[in-house]
């Protein structure tokens, strides 16, 4: 249990990639972390693009960042939503802020660029997102996983692995 004593949000919205939330919460959960699955204001749960619904613990306005110790923002369509909500955006700049881990896959870049956090910072995404990633400042590289201090990337589904490897070792140390 690397990760006992651990508290970890995981965003959610509608159209979230379903495997991209579900499979770092349970390997989260496995490690022994508390995974809070919040969500942008209102609903008790979102779908996602597979319609496989999830239930929110909380909301991104009730959260303090300073109970985090990481946060994870799932790819899909959900990061455009995401990033229309301010209470999303500023509790991802603010666990940033803290010096705490922000980990995005897929799409999920879009939502710590609106953060303004990756200026200067190296990562990735699904090859969509690169021009983006660019335009706000950051260094896109093609690998199947990328940390740049507490900021760790990932391209999509298949990097998982990596993904989830490289969010416990960093919380584990």
């Known amino acids: 249990m690397k990760l006992s004593g651990k508290t970890i949000a995981i965003l959610a919205e509608d159209l979230f990639e379903d495997i991209e939330l579900l499979y770092p919460y349970y390997r ?11 969500g942008s ?35 899909g369509y959900a990061p455009d939503r995401m990033r229309r909500h ?3 955006v500023s509790l991802v700049r603010s666990v940033f802020d ?4 922000v980990a995005s896959i897929c799409h999920a870049p879009w939502v710590p660029i609106s953060a303004g956090i990756v200026r200067g910072k190296k990562m990735t995404g699904t ?15 093609d690998q199947e996983v990328v940390a740049d201090g507490n900021l760790i990337s990932s391209r999509g589904p ?10 416990i070792d960093h919380l584990a140390r």
């Open 98 to 101: 803290r010096g705490k881990l």
């Open 127 to 141: 090859v969509s997102v690169r021009d983006d990633v660019v335009n706000a400042g950051g260094l896109w590289v």
């Open 28 to 38: 989260l959960l496995e490690e022994g972390a508390s995974v809070l699955v919040v």
């Open 41 to 75: 204001g209102g609903a008790k749960s979102y779908r996602g693009k597979h319609d496989i619904a999830i239930d929110v613990t909380t909301q991104a306005s009730a959260v303090d960042p300073a109970t985090l110790d990481a946060l994870i923002v799932p790819g």
């Open 158 to 167: 298949g990097d998982l692995p990596a993904f989830m490897r490289a969010i």
């Open 86 to 88: 301010a209470d999303m």
